[in-house]
């Protein structure tokens, strides 16, 4: 990017973010933020955006914050951008200490004796020696996941408010809570979105368009079984965790997250948990198809079945939920909004790369709500651990794809 001031301030706000507490927590979700760190944070942000001179900027009570951008040409349209101030409660996000490696010579970065960042296993860092890389100091995650997103869209707006000369449509904001816990959307004030284009900034390698991702469900069995004294049970015992693992070993071992990879789904047991009267098993199912969700869903349902009638005296109990969809069939619809995002990313100089998502993202439940949402990169690296690390010129990158898309049609 020509601007270097705008650089300087990129890496600033991001070592700034990421010294914040935002990790969330699922078993406080009754609680919107789950964390108090984090709304310390989006109200940071709110309060950056108006000391940028964005009038429309509010934070609502479940935390989720909105602003916009209004546009300077007339028949503007509004293209919005995503990200969330949470981290995954994986890995601890206490007390980061962002370790800033400029000048990176290419070597392995050891941030302690068990903790290195080899090119050897992460290739990609090598495309970055001479380049700043920002990695976290071997005792927590980074949380570039996902405020080298946040940082990125701040930054895009604070060139957009610093150089009104540049024609642009409108733009507008969303910072949500609670994304890794898989509640980013729950509360997402959805009649105050305004945008025609929307897109969460909260994927990896620069370049990156995630538009695909899983159909998901999750399923649980409650199985009761009889209990009795062991000394005692022949011919009467039925023992529901048994039960449990005899359901759990008729589904296929070799679709499993584990033993599978690219555009194949799984089946992936998440808990079993009781005792010998009652025992709860708990799995989620991943397809990209439609019809191959289908068919594991079936599949589950006839485990099932087959456990009622091979134990009559037991009673089982199937519940299946949909969590989120493909997004796909939903960002199709409006082709523009890839294709906006191609050219983006193209006007950068580099070529996009599709990539599937092994997982959903804030943008599967939105799109499936009606405002298709596909997902660009942030330049973060192996999100969730202590391995992660950020390299700064992916993150100019994504600034200048977010200027691009705000620019969308117009020549300056
Ligand atoms: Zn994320």
Not at 68 to 91: C, L, M, Q, W
Not at 157 to 167: D, R
Not at 235 to 242: D, E, I, P, S, Y
Request: net charge negative; charged share 25%; glycine share 8%.
């Amino acid at each position: 990017m020509a601007d270097k001031r705008i650089q300087k301030e990129l890496l600033e706000r991001f070592c700034r973010y990421v010294q914040i507490e935002t990790t969330s927590e699922d078993n406080l979700a009754d609680r919107c933020p789950t964390t108090e760190g984090q709304l310390t944070l989006i109200n940071m942000i709110a309060s950056e955006l108006k000391a940028l001179g964005i009038k429309d900027v509010s934070v609502d009570n479940n935390g989720y914050l909105r602003a916009f951008i209004p546009g300077n040409i007339s028949r503007k349209k509004v293209f919005g951008f995503i990200s969330h101030a949470d981290t995954s409660p994986e890995v601890s996000g206490k007390n980061v200490k962002p370790v800033i490696h400029k000048n990176y010579d290419g070597k392995a970065i050891k941030l302690s004796d068990n903790i290195v960042i080899s090119p050897k296993e992460y290739p990609l860092l090598a495309q970055y020696k001479g380049k700043t890389i920002i990695t976290a100091d071997g005792t927590t995650l980074l949380g570039a996941d996902d405020k080298a997103g946040i940082a990125e869209i701040v930054t895009a707006a604070s060139y957009f408010m610093a150089h009104p000369e540049v024609k642009r449509n409108s733009m507008e904001i969303f910072i949500t809570p609670d994304e890794e816990i898989g509640r980013g959307t729950d509360r997402f004030p959805m009649d105050k979105i305004k945008s025609s284009y929307l897109y969460t900034v909260d994927g990896d390698t620069e370049g990156c368009i995630e538009a695909e991702c899983f159909n998901a469900y999750g399923a649980r069995l409650k199985i009761k079984g009889v209990s009795i004294h062991p000394g005692s049970a022949y011919g009467k015992m039925v023992n529901a965790t048994l039960l449990g693992s005899e359901f759990l070993s008729m589904l296929p071992k070799n679709e499993m997250p584990e033993t599978s990879k690219d555009r194949e789904g799984f089946f992936c047991p998440v808990s079993i948990s009781g005792g010998m009267e009652e025992c709860q098993v708990s799995l989620i199912l991943r397809d990209f198809d439609a019809s191959g969700m289908e068919r594991r869903i079936r599949m589950v349902e006839e485990a099932a079945e087959a456990l009622k009638k091979c134990w009559p005296s037991a009673v089982v109990e199937l519940e299946i939920a949909h969590s989120y969809s493909n997004m796909r069939e939903y960002v199709d619809k409006d082709k523009k909004c890839l294709s906006y995002l191609e050219d983006a990313v193209e006007k950068t100089g580099i070529k996009p790369v599709y990539k599937l998502i092994r997982g959903g993202t804030d943008g599967s439940r939105l799109s499936e709500m009606g405002h298709p949402c596909p997902n660009m990169f942030t330049g973060g690296q192996n999100f969730h651990g202590k391995l992660e690390w950020a390299a700064l010129p992916a993150m100019e990158r994504a600034v200048q794809v977010i200027i691009n898309l705000v620019c969308t049609g117009i020549k300056q």
